[in-house]
């Protein structure tokens, strides 16, 4: 449970340095486990099917249901957790290939403190070994130790520390994304836990633990059939680039904020704080500002920075000192006189010109009149 905790708090650091809402891992989390459990006691009663069912079997059948009494299968519980991860991602329209490439890392973490429990129950060991670091296993009914034996579960343990930090890495250098992290994950894992296997001796409820086939153990077998599936998916996905959601496309936030097609813009920022985030953005802010400072000096006179509206107002004051309204309008009435005068001219002389030629028919026949009285 310890390593739960662990696995889904990195996760959840992990999830929003990548863009997705906070709380999101943590609501995955709680069906991913449940779902967990019962893929691997189901895993492991399939394997071991010998310990509960049968005429030899030393348990009951009903004793398969007690997870607490004879272990997990860290494949089913994989296997099935995904299941549930699934469900959650699909019905908050979130990518699940984002999903596992981001609990990647903590999964591997999570197994590596599980595997301490291991030694509470002094179990998954391997032969015999006068090495320092030896294990002291009550092998004997009567609780004596014969030796020491290889702690496998600390080998374990040690690969999946190893194999957490290169996940990290790994995805931070080479961007990978659309499940591939996950994938490299499954085949780290299954490549060791391939040799890590094959020295377990270990019995469980007196009965042999190890199914083989064609002298390699089931868990060997199904390590090999994970590690080529793996190394398959993360060759044939290497050049996909679509966009993977990272918050919810159901109308509460925009399809794919915080998160890019462009690798380049897409690198794993895993351990990186939120502290640390402000701080590039604010070196970024400054950046953008000193390369717009030339582009500034530049700019003619005439046309201002629209972002210095203190000195633009300052010049307009100085060079061209703004008139008051009255004098404006003052000026505007004053030059309407001279329009209106000129249709007023026009509309006098026609009457004018009528009165003159009046007078001069008048005149005409007058001289007429005169000159038919007095002719010459």
Known sequence: MLGVIIAVWMSERRWRARGGAPGTMIDIA???????????????VITDWQLYFGPEAPNEPYEALFIWNGGLGIW???????????????????????VADTVAPGIAIGQAIGRWGNWFNQELYGGPTDLPWGLEIDINKDGTVDGLYHPTFLYESIW?????????????????????????????YTLGRFWIEGLRIDPVGGVDH???????RINQWTA?????????????????????????????????EGESADPAHAADQADESDTVREADTAEKTAED???GEPA?????????????PAKTDEA??????????ETTAKADEAAKPAETDVPVAKTDEPVKDDAVKDDAVKDDAEAVREEEKNPR
Not at 81 to 97: A, E, F, H, N, Q
Not at 210 to 216: D, G
Not at 296 to 308: H, N, R, V
Not at 316 to 325: F, L, M, Q, S, W
């Open 224 to 256: 090999l059939v994970l590690f080529v599936a793996a190394l398959a998916f993360f060759f044939l996905t290497r050049g996909k680039d679509t966009v993977e959601y990272v918050l919810p496309r159901d109308g509460s936030g925009p399809p794919g």
């Open 296 to 308: 500034k000096a530049e700019a003619s006179a005439d046309e201002p920075a629209a972002d210095e």
């Open 289 to 291: 500002a000193e390369d």
């Open 210 to 216: 190890a199914v083989t086939f064609l002298s390699l």
């Open 76 to 98: 089913g519980a994989v296997a099935l957790g995904g299941v549930g991860v699934w469900l959650t991602c699909r019905k908050r329209g979130i990518s699940l290939s984002a």
């Open 160 to 188: 999946n520390l190893i194999l957490a930090f290169v996940l990290i890495w790994a995805g931070k250098r080479f961007t990978l994304r659309h499940g591939r992290l996950f994938a490299l994950y499954v085949a780290g």
């Open 316 to 325: 307009v004051k100085i060079d061209e000192p703004a008139k008051p309204a």
């Open 30 to 44: 709680v069906p991913a486990v449940i779902f967990g459990l019962i893929g691997g006691r189901l895993y492991h």
